[in-house]
C-alpha cells in the first residue's frame, strides 16, 4: 500500500471520528433540553480515554456540591497514596507481667479505624486473650483512640441525620459499623410484634410498644432515643409485616468496649471495667486483625458506605500526622493530589471523605480529572473499577440500566442528598472506546428525574 493511501485512510478514519464524536455531542446536548430539568442545574462532562479527548461538556466548570460521588476523589487519592494493600488494624496488648493465668496489669486496645471490623474480628481478639494463658486481668481494660481527634461528626454533618446508620459516629474503635440491625416481625391477633437485634449486646436496651394489625397503634416506626443521647432502642405502631432498621450506637467507641469486654466474661476472663487512655511504649504485643484499603473500598464504593469512606479519609489524615488526626490532614493530602493535576485546590471545598457534608464543592472538570488519572494507572484503574457500581447488576445501580446498551457497560459511583443527584465514573461503548463521565444535578427534588436523565446518558454515551 502507497503513502498516499495511508495517509488517505487515516484522514477518512480521523474525519470519521470527529464525525463520530460531534455526533454523540449533538445528542447529548439534546438531552438537556428536556423540560423536567427547567428549575434545576446541571453539570456535565464526558471525555474519551481512548482518544484522549474530551466530546462533551456543559458547565464543567462550575461549582456544584457532589453528594457521595465525593467518595471517588477519595478513593482514588487512597489509591494512589497508600497503596490497595494499605491495611486498617486494631492491635491488642498489655502493660505489666503474666503470673500463670493473671495478668498483672492493663489489657489495651488500639484503634486503627477499621470501618469493617466485625464479630468475627472481635472473636479473633478474645481467642488471642485465651491463647495467651490469660483468665484474670488485674488493671483495667482500656481503649486507645489516639490515631484521631476527638470530633466524631463530619464538618457540616446534619444534626437531625442521627441516629441513621449512615451517620455513624466516628472513632477509631468501630464494631460492627457501629450499628444494631433490628428486625420486627408481626405476629398474629393484636401482640407485641417479634423484635430481634444483631449484634446481641446489654450495651442497648429495647422498648417494645408496638402492635401487630392494630390500625389504633398509629405509624409505624423503629428510633433511637438520640435526643437523650441513649442507646434505648424503641418500637412503636402498627406491625403489619416485616421490618428492619439500622441504627447507630452512641458511640463507637464505648460500643466496641462493651462488646469487648462482655466478650471476655463470655470466655471466663475475669476482667474489671474499661477506660479511654493511649497506650505507654513498652506494652507487648498480644494480636489484633485488619483490612485491607481493597476490602474497605468495595463496600464504601459498591454500597455507597460512609463509614467505610470515612475510615479511608483518616488513614489519609494519618499519613500526615500519624496521631490525632483531623479532617485537615486528610485533605491536606487530597489537596496535594488536585495540585498535582495542574488545578488550585483553592478553587475547590473539600470537607469530608464520603459526601455527606453540604460544604464540599467541586466541578465536573475536576472529576474527571480524577476519573483520568485513575484510567492512566492500570493497577488504581483495575482496583476502582471492581470496586464501583455496575449498571444492572450490582450495587446501587443494580436496579438501574437493567436493559439496553448501558447494561453491563456502565461503571460508576451515585450519589444522592437532598437536592442533589449525582452519576460518576465509566462507560464503554460499543466501538470499544472507554468513556470518563461526570453527570450532577443539583437544586432538583425528583431524583428520579435525575436518575432518568443521567440513564439516557449513559445510554447514548454507549451505543
Given at each position: 500500500?502507497?503513502?498516499?493511501?495511508?495517509?488517505?485512510?487515516?484522514?477518512?478514519?480521523?474525519?470519521?471520528?470527529?464525525?463520530?464524536?460531534?455526533?454523540l455531542?449533538?445528542?447529548?446536548?439534546?438531552?438537556?433540553?428536556?423540560?423536567?430539568?427547567?428549575?434545576?442545574?446541571?453539570?456535565?462532562?464526558?471525555?474519551?480515554?481512548?482518544?484522549?479527548?474530551?466530546?462533551?461538556?456543559?458547565?464543567?466548570?462550575?461549582?456544584?456540591r457532589?453528594?457521595?460521588?465525593?467518595?471517588?476523589?477519595?478513593?482514588?487519592?487512597?489509591?494512589?497514596?497508600?497503596?490497595?494493600?494499605?491495611?486498617?488494624?486494631?492491635?491488642?496488648?498489655?502493660?505489666?507481667?503474666?503470673?500463670?493465668?493473671?495478668?498483672?496489669?492493663?489489657?489495651?486496645?488500639?484503634?486503627?479505624?477499621?470501618?469493617?471490623?466485625?464479630?468475627?474480628?472481635?472473636?479473633?481478639?478474645?481467642?488471642a486473650?485465651?491463647?495467651?494463658?490469660?483468665?484474670?486481668i488485674?488493671?483495667?481494660?482500656?481503649?486507645?483512640?489516639?490515631?484521631?481527634d476527638?470530633l466524631y461528626?463530619?464538618?457540616?454533618?446534619?444534626?437531625?441525620?442521627?441516629?441513621?446508620?449512615?451517620?455513624?459516629?466516628?472513632?477509631?474503635?468501630?464494631?460492627?459499623?457501629?450499628?444494631?440491625?433490628?428486625?420486627?416481625?408481626?405476629?398474629?391477633?393484636?401482640?407485641q410484634?417479634?423484635?430481634?437485634?444483631?449484634?446481641?449486646?446489654?450495651?442497648?436496651?429495647?422498648?417494645?410498644?408496638?402492635?401487630?394489625?392494630?390500625?389504633?397503634?398509629?405509624?409505624?416506626?423503629?428510633?433511637?432515643?438520640?435526643?437523650?443521647?441513649?442507646?434505648?432502642?424503641?418500637?412503636?405502631?402498627?406491625?403489619?409485616?416485616?421490618?428492619?432498621?439500622?441504627?447507630?450506637?452512641?458511640?463507637?467507641?464505648?460500643?466496641?468496649?462493651?462488646?469487648?469486654?462482655?466478650?471476655?466474661?463470655?470466655?471466663?476472663?475475669?476482667?474489671?471495667?474499661?477506660?479511654?487512655?493511649?497506650?505507654?511504649e513498652?506494652?507487648?504485643?498480644?494480636?489484633?486483625?485488619?483490612?485491607?484499603?481493597?476490602?474497605?473500598?468495595?463496600?464504601?464504593?459498591?454500597?455507597?458506605?460512609?463509614?467505610?469512606?470515612?475510615?479511608?479519609?483518616?488513614?489519609?489524615?494519618?499519613?500526615?500526622?500519624?496521631?490525632?488526626?483531623?479532617?485537615?490532614?486528610?485533605?491536606?493530602?487530597?489537596?496535594?493530589?488536585?495540585?498535582?493535576?495542574?488545578?488550585?485546590?483553592?478553587?475547590?471545598?473539600?470537607?469530608?471523605?464520603?459526601?455527606?457534608?453540604?460544604?464540599?464543592?467541586?466541578?465536573?472538570?475536576?472529576?474527571?480529572?480524577?476519573?483520568r488519572?485513575?484510567?492512566?494507572?492500570?493497577?488504581?484503574?483495575?482496583?476502582?473499577?471492581?470496586?464501583?457500581?455496575?449498571a444492572?447488576?450490582?450495587?446501587?445501580?443494580?436496579?438501574?440500566?437493567?436493559?439496553?446498551?448501558?447494561?453491563?457497560?456502565?461503571?460508576?459511583?451515585?450519589?444522592?442528598?437532598?437536592?442533589?443527584?449525582?452519576l460518576?465514573?465509566?462507560a464503554?461503548?460499543?466501538?470499544?472506546?472507554?468513556?470518563?463521565?461526570?453527570?450532577?444535578?443539583?437544586?432538583?427534588?425528583?431524583?428520579?428525574?435525575?436518575?432518568?436523565?443521567?440513564?439516557?446518558?449513559?445510554?447514548?454515551?454507549?451505543?
Open positions: 500500500m502507497s503513502r498516499r493511501i495511508l495517509c488517505i485512510t487515516g484522514l477518512l478514519f480521523l474525519l470519521h471520528a470527529q464525525t463520530w464524536a460531534q455526533a455531542g449533538e445528542r447529548l446536548e439534546r438531552l438537556l433540553d428536556d423540560p423536567s430539568l427547567a428549575d434545576s442545574e446541571v453539570g456535565m462532562m464526558v471525555y474519551d480515554l481512548t482518544e484522549d479527548t474530551c466530546v462533551f461538556r456543559y458547565q464543567e466548570k462550575k461549582l456544584f457532589p453528594a457521595s460521588v465525593e467518595k471517588l476523589v477519595t478513593a482514588i487519592t487512597a489509591l494512589d497514596v497508600l497503596g490497595e494493600k494499605h491495611l486498617f488494624p486494631t492491635v491488642l496488648c498489655y502493660a505489666g507481667r503474666m503470673d500463670s493465668t493473671r495478668l498483672d496489669g492493663d489489657l489495651y486496645v488500639i484503634g486503627g479505624f477499621d470501618s469493617e471490623f466485625d464479630e468475627a474480628d472481635m472473636g479473633h481478639l478474645v481467642d486473650v485465651k491463647d495467651a494463658g490469660i483468665r484474670h488485674g488493671g483495667r481494660l482500656y481503649g486507645d483512640l489516639s490515631m484521631k476527638s461528626w463530619g464538618e457540616g454533618w446534619s444534626w437531625d441525620d442521627n441516629p441513621w446508620y449512615f451517620q455513624p459516629y466516628l472513632s477509631p474503635l468501630l464494631y460492627c459499623k457501629d450499628c444494631v440491625k433490628v428486625t420486627v416481625r408481626p405476629v398474629e391477633g393484636k401482640a410484634p417479634e423484635v430481634t437485634c444483631h449484634p446481641p449486646s446489654s450495651f442497648y436496651t429495647v422498648t417494645n410498644e408496638a402492635r401487630s394489625h392494630d390500625p389504633s397503634a398509629g405509624e409505624f416506626g423503629i428510633t433511637r432515643d438520640w435526643l437523650q443521647n441513649r442507646n434505648e432502642i424503641i418500637v412503636r405502631g402498627n406491625c403489619t409485616s416485616p421490618r428492619m432498621e439500622r441504627l447507630n450506637m452512641q458511640t463507637s467507641q464505648a460500643f466496641f468496649m462493651h462488646a469487648f469486654r462482655e466478650k471476655l466474661l463470655e470466655a471466663g476472663i475475669q476482667v474489671g471495667d474499661y477506660a479511654f487512655r493511649p497506650s505507654p513498652d506494652t507487648v504485643l498480644l494480636g489484633g486483625c485488619s483490612h485491607s484499603l481493597a476490602d474497605v473500598l468495595r463496600p464504601m464504593l459498591k454500597r455507597s458506605d460512609n463509614l467505610s469512606a470515612e475510615a479511608v479519609f483518616y488513614h489519609l489524615a494519618s499519613r500526615a500526622n500519624p496521631r490525632h488526626a483531623g479532617s485537615k490532614d486528610a485533605v491536606e493530602v487530597i489537596e496535594a493530589m488536585i495540585r498535582s493535576f495542574g488545578f488550585d485546590p483553592s478553587r475547590y471545598r473539600i470537607a469530608d471523605g464520603c459526601g455527606v457534608s453540604p460544604y464540599n464543592y467541586v466541578s465536573p472538570e475536576l472529576l474527571v480529572a480524577f476519573l488519572h485513575a484510567y492512566r494507572h492500570p493497577g488504581i484503574y483495575e482496583m476502582l473499577c471492581g470496586a464501583l457500581p455496575v444492572g447488576k450490582d450495587g446501587t445501580l443494580r436496579h438501574r440500566m437493567r436493559t439496553g446498551e448501558a447494561c453491563g457497560n456502565v461503571r460508576a459511583k451515585t450519589g444522592s442528598m437532598t437536592g442533589i443527584c449525582s460518576v465514573g465509566y464503554t461503548a460499543a466501538s470499544g472506546h472507554v468513556f470518563a463521565f461526570v453527570i450532577i444535578n443539583q437544586n432538583i427534588l425528583k431524583p428520579s428525574v435525575a436518575r432518568s436523565f443521567q440513564d439516557r446518558v449513559c445510554r447514548e454515551i454507549c451505543k
